[in-house]
């Protein structure tokens, strides 16, 4: 049995903010995770660019059964605390649209960055290990059982830090473990969804030959929420940030509503349009050709506008700017960036991120029900939720 004061479960984003935060304080941290290879899902993250906080973060881009949760630690390690820490390391970044940064040094930039400040403050890495079993100890802290290269070790700490991160992306080893160590110490779990990612049409409401076409500016509202960003049509639905941004918030059985025109009223554009103009023509200036050839083949052929009724313009219009569509389905957590619930608020100390009813007992990162909008703020949360729980381990 080897002892230690901290053990951290997943060496992703949050998990080496926490080890190099506590490490940095003195404290003695060993860093557990199954994967020989380091932050793989920050290495794909943005395309491999890394879009790696916002300067637009607040609260209310986040998602939880208890809004104000994240407001503690958002505060505590805000997003120009990681601006710090990159020109600290040297690294420099590109603002892109709607306040998302990206590393020139694109996803390899960040990990380093992370794994040097892991490294300053002396905690010992234990990549490729197998978590085999976690338990609290008689005389108080946990053991954490894990299984590298066929041998065997034990660990005991005063404190346990849970970043193992949700099911998203399974093909690079996500797994549930998370949610069963919380489960295993009696903490309630948010049920989980695939979030931030692709929606689905029943096959009959597929247009398939508009697989590939992207509209660069519409509104997608759910509820009473609604983005303003591109959409993507794909083989099996809709796609783009808009879609991404929305599908967080979507639940099964509800429908979208989509204004595919948001810069302009087409009533107002009718009378003085060209009314000799095909009506494809007109709207090309705001909708690609492609799909105004087979969204205005619901309408019969395309004509000059002269030859619709002032009925039918109408109708076209309020189609364009109040396109009601329901989602069949995501395409579920092999294409979803982030997993919608996890470990209940409720159960955490929002200052620290510990459980409250088990002293010692930490979790952070995804596998909290905590989650972000698409463009940073995933990664702003596992900055600030792994500084503040490095803080008190």
């Keep these: 049995m080897q002892r230690c004061d901290v053990v951290v479960l997943g060496a992703g984003a949050a998990g ?27 290495r794909i993250s943005g395309g491999g660019r890394c879009n790696f906080t916002n300067l637009n973060i607040s609260p209310e881009c986040y998602l939880s059964n208890n809004p104000h949760f994240v407001k503690s630690a958002l505060k505590q390690f805000t997003q120009h605390d990681f601006i710090a820490l990159m020109y600290k390391h040297g690294l420099s970044f590109q603002e892109k649209t709607l306040g998302q940064l990206f590393c020139d040094q694109h996803s390899q930039g960040v990990i380093d960055l992370l ?16 978590i085999v079993a976690v338990a609290g100890h008689p005389d108080g802290g946990f053991v954490v059982q894990t299984e590298r290269d066929d041998q065997s070790e034990s660990w005991q700490c005063e404190s346990l ?10 093909q690079i080893g996500a797994t549930p473990i998370g949610y069963e160590i919380a489960k295993q110490f009696g903490l309630r ?62 639940q099964p059985g509800e429908s979208l509503v989509i204004d595919l ?6 009533a107002d554009i009718w009378p003085t349009a060209n009314r000799e103009a095909l009506l494809s023509t007109i709207l090309a200036e705001w909708l690609p050709k ?35 569509v329901k989602p069949s389905g995501t395409q579920g957590y092999k294409k979803a960036e982030v997993t919608r619930g996890g470990v209940d608020t409720d159960e955490l100390q929002s200052k620290t991120m510990m459980a409250r009813q088990v002293p010692g007992l930490f979790f ?21 939720s792994g500084y503040v729980a490095g803080l008190h381990v």
């Design 290 to 324: 492609r799909f105004l050839q087979v969204w205005l083949q619901k309408y019969g052929e395309i004509k000059p506008l002269k030859q619709y009724s002032p009925k039918v313009l109408q109708q076209i219009a309020d189609d364009l700017h109040h396109w009601e």
């Design 364 to 384: 952070i990162g995804e596998v909290v029900d905590v989650t972000g909008w698409l463009g940073g703020y995933n990664f702003q949360w596992a900055w600030s």
């Design 261 to 266: 025109l948001p810069s302009v009223q087409l």
């Design 16 to 42: 080496m903010m926490c080890a190099a935060t506590a490490g940095q304080r003195g404290r003695s941290v060993v860093l557990i995770d199954h994967s020989l290879k380091l932050a793989e899902k920050i």
């Design 189 to 250: 779990i948010v049920p989980q969804a695939a979030a931030l990612v692709p929606l689905t049409f029943q096959a009959e409401d597929l247009w398939t030959e508009l697989a590939g076409v992207a509209i660069e500016d519409a509104i997608v509202a759910c509820g009473r929420q609604q983005f303003r960003e591109a959409i993507l049509f794909t083989h099996k639905g809709v796609s783009g940030p808009a879609i991404l941004q929305i599908s967080s918030y979507w």
């Design 115 to 130: 794994k040097t400040e892991v490294d300053a403050g002396g905690a010992q890495w234990r990549q490729g290990s197998r």
């Design 161 to 170: 830090v849970v970043a193992t991160g949700g099911l998203s992306i399974p």
